[in-house]
């Protein structure tokens, strides 16, 4: 009896060195399979990383240059408001100078009608001199 008490014990045993050996060869199939994802999973995982920091230098090489656009923008609008200013101001004396230059104008024709008189006077001043002369010779 105490044979068959350790037969039934060791078969026991055989059977749960099978069952560890089964579940040993499954654990190294599982753990092979899980290197190879791990493998092909950084793999991948460096290109993407790669791909990430091509990505992050070209969003700072875009940031600066938006930021010097945003500069340069803001230095034309600010040149755009001068030029602005600088136009109203020409147009404004363009406006007096062009209310100086028909005053001007009518001055002058003032003064060439005031002359036309003078001139004519002096005419008639001058035949009535002749005249006066003739008459006292």
Request: proline share 0%.
């Amino acid at each position: 009896e105490e044979r068959e008490v350790m037969a039934r014990d060791l078969a026991v045993l055989r059977a749960d060195l099978d069952n560890t050996r089964g579940e040993r060869e499954r654990l190294l199939a599982d753990n092979a399979k899980l290197k190879e994802d791990y493998d092909r999973i950084k793999s991948v995982g460096g290109k993407s990383l790669e791909t990430l920091e091509a990505l992050t230098n070209d969003k700072a090489t875009m940031e600066v240059q938006l930021t010097t656009q945003q500069k340069l923008l803001a230095d034309m609008r600010h040149e755009l408001a001068l030029s602005k200013e600088h136009q109203a101001l020409a147009e404004s004396m363009a406006g007096s100078r062009t209310t100086q230059v028909s005053e001007l104008q009518a001055q002058v024709s003032q003064l060439q009608g005031a002359l036309s008189d003078a001139e004519r006077r002096v005419l008639e001043g001058e035949m009535v001199r002749r005249k006066l002369h003739n008459i006292i010779q």
